[in-house]
């Protein structure tokens, strides 16, 4: 069984609006909804543990009564950044396997979630090849990157619990910064295999206007005619 850790801690400063992302409306429904709606029918998931400020417990509460979402839920406070969310919601924990995702991403599938689940390596990332050219450089070019050994990494993540417990405790000691978590198991126990499953166009991480706006056409196109 499974916990879905799920991350809502953040403020929205880059969407440029009051309300954070994850409470705006999508197709006409909170963007936080759409993906508590989808896991409550996954019975592989056991509960959800939902990382947020403090103030929006309530509401969110609200939101899981209007929707009919049934499965457990607790709450984990957010932190400064997404590793102090991470780290604290892990702290609530307590299945053997833990699956990691964002508010942010509400495009992922029922069935995106099962194919996670089902890939018999207990640590996997989605990731898509990367399609454009990339290089290393601020101002100037300071190096070249080879893009056939890169991936765009995406979320759902699945992990250890254990493992990705002690490497988040390790990172939180030496005061080191990551912004994904299988980067992080890797670079502490590179022994450890990390299965890339195949990722979808479509899981795209809603953070400027733009992407709200292209979320409507993403939702329209992938949900409502592709059912």
Do not use: W
Not at 19 to 36: C, D, E, R, S, T
Not at 62 to 72: D, E, F, H, R, S
Not at 91 to 112: G, N, Q, S
Request: charged residues 30%; glycine residues 6%; proline residues 4%.
């Amino acid at each position: 069984m499974y916990t879905l850790l799920f991350l809502s801690g953040g403020t929205g400063s880059r969407m440029q609006n009051v309300v954070p992302k994850q409470y705006l409306l999508l197709a006409g429904k909170p963007v936080i909804m759409h993906i508590l709606e989808r896991v409550d029918s996954i019975d592989s998931i056991s509960e959800v543990v939902i990382v947020c400020a403090k103030e929006y417990e309530q509401s969110i509460e609200l939101m899981l009564n209007q929707y009919g979402v049934k499965k457990p839920v607790r709450f984990a406070p957010a932190g400064v950044t997404r590793q102090d969310s991470v780290r604290s919601g892990l702290a609530l924990v307590k299945t053997d396997d833990v699956i990691v995702h964002e508010a942010a991403r509400p495009f992922v599938k029922i069935e995106d979630f099962e194919r996670l689940i089902a890939v018999k390596e207990r640590n996997a990332t989605f990731g898509l090849d990367i399609p454009f050219s990339v290089l290393r450089g601020h101002e100037y070019v300071e190096g070249l990157l080879e893009r056939s050994e890169l991936i765009n990494v995406q979320l759902p993540q699945k992990f250890e619990t254990k493992l990705l417990r002690e490497v988040h405790d390790r990172a939180y000691a030496e005061k080191r910064s990551f912004t994904e978590d299988a980067g992080m198991i890797y670079l502490y126990h590179p022994e450890v295999p990390i299965k890339v499953c195949k990722g979808m166009d479509y899981d795209i991480k809603l953070t400027t206007r733009i992407d709200m706006l292209a979320g409507e056409q993403i939702y329209d196109d992938v949900f409502r005619r592709r059912k």
